[in-house]
């Protein structure tokens, strides 16, 4: 909406400063009795017939209150117009909140859900594209491989069928991720909370993390070693799973990678530090947002497709924690997690993290 200075007179809200909308309707209102007797008052002095002076000083009353009126219901109007808008597809549209009353505060309240609503258009289309891009790959090499086999144009081979083995099972790593972020988004993924030592989560998926990766030095490091958490450890071992690839993905050969769980006011905080590129400082804020991939010093090879850490971001603020990615000098990521040890909310309502 355009509130430069072109606006026009009639547009003009003189009671903004005020935060009620009675007090607006009251000195409406008695501004209108003043001026219905200022003009009686003058209209006795210029000998204007008596019958005429309660019409002019109506007529004229009716005019201010109008015009006042007028900047009272505006943000209503422009909000009726916004929203016609939008039921068409236009998420853009704003409206000038500059009052201090109610209005003026459900203008607010309308422009924040309007940016909210064109922010998860924006994220529907993405993951729309996203999901396109990333299932019609691997079935178009699948599709392709599958036709040459069945046609002949080239022998069964076993690398071929390694190949499109590895194919299909990252066709099935994206659906589960998928419906994981569903079931998580809808929140129909319950907690199954339990109080079980840190370590022997850790050493798990340390041990798996070697098995996949065993050019890469897993190390641990607990303290104290019989610390304990309550917390859903499948859900917590997923995380912890998915941030370990993605540190070993990225982490020179022979280069180790740390795992460091500790105690901090309360709370559990476990680390995971690597020696691979980093990430930049601008992709560090939106690497947690759904397919979203940083440059070319942090993009997966081919094995990720941007879901894991959005989904280790909503298991971690179901848990009433928090996630991070901060810069390990001179080189490298460290991820914190950190979790409530002895969460006072467990029973109740899950949060629902940000998109």
Request: hydrophobic share 45%; aromatic share 4%; net charge negative.
């Amino acid at each position: 909406m355009d509130d430069g200075p072109s606006r026009r007179w009639w547009d003009l809200r003189p009671l903004d400063r005020l935060n009620s909308v009675r007090m607006k309707f009251a000195i409406a209102i008695v501004l209108a009795v003043f001026v219905s007797a200022i003009v009686s008052q003058v209209g006795f002095k210029l000998d204007i017939p008596i019958e005429l002076r309660p019409i002019i000083a109506m007529v004229i009353s009716l005019l201010f209150v109008r015009f006042v009126a007028h900047g009272l219901t505006a943000p209503l109007r422009e909000m009726e117009r916004a929203a016609t808008k939008m039921a068409k597809g236009d998420y853009t549209q704003r409206v000038r909140a500059t009052g201090r009353d109610e209005v003026g505060r459900l203008a607010t309240a309308f422009n924040a859900m309007a940016s909210e609503i064109e922010e998860v258009e924006r994220q529907r289309k993405d993951l729309i594209a996203n999901v396109s891009h990333e299932l019609r790959t691997p079935l178009s090499a699948l599709q392709a491989r599958l036709e040459n086999l069945v046609d002949g144009v080239e022998p069964t081979d076993p690398d071929i069928l390694k190949t499109m083995l590895g194919q299909t099972e990252r066709l099935g790593r994206l659906v589960s991720q998928l419906m994981d972020l569903s079931r998580l988004e809808s929140g129909t993924l319950p907690l199954h909370r339990q109080r079980f030592p840190l370590t022997v989560l850790v050493d798990q998926a340390a041990d798996e993390s070697r098995l996949s990766h065993p050019d890469v030095d897993v190390r641990v490091v607990v303290d104290p070693a019989d610390l304990e958490i309550e917390a859903d450890p499948e859900r917590l071992h997923q995380v912890l799973a998915n941030l370990l690839e993605n540190a070993a993905r990225h982490t020179p050969p022979g280069a180790p990678i740390e795992i460091i769980g500790r105690e901090h006011d309360g709370c559990v905080v476990v680390e995971i530090a690597d020696h691979g590129p980093g990430i930049p400082d601008g992709d560090r804020a939106r690497i947690f947002e759904r397919f979203y991939r940083a440059d070319a010093s942090r993009v997966a090879d081919g094995s990720g497709a941007g879901l894991g850490l959005s989904i280790a971001r909503w298991i971690v603020d179901l848990h009433h924690g928090t996630i991070r990615a901060e810069t390990r000098e001179p080189s490298g990521c460290r991820m914190v997690i950190e979790l409530p040890r002895d969460d006072d909310l467990v029973g109740a309502a899950p949060i629902r993290a940000a998109r």
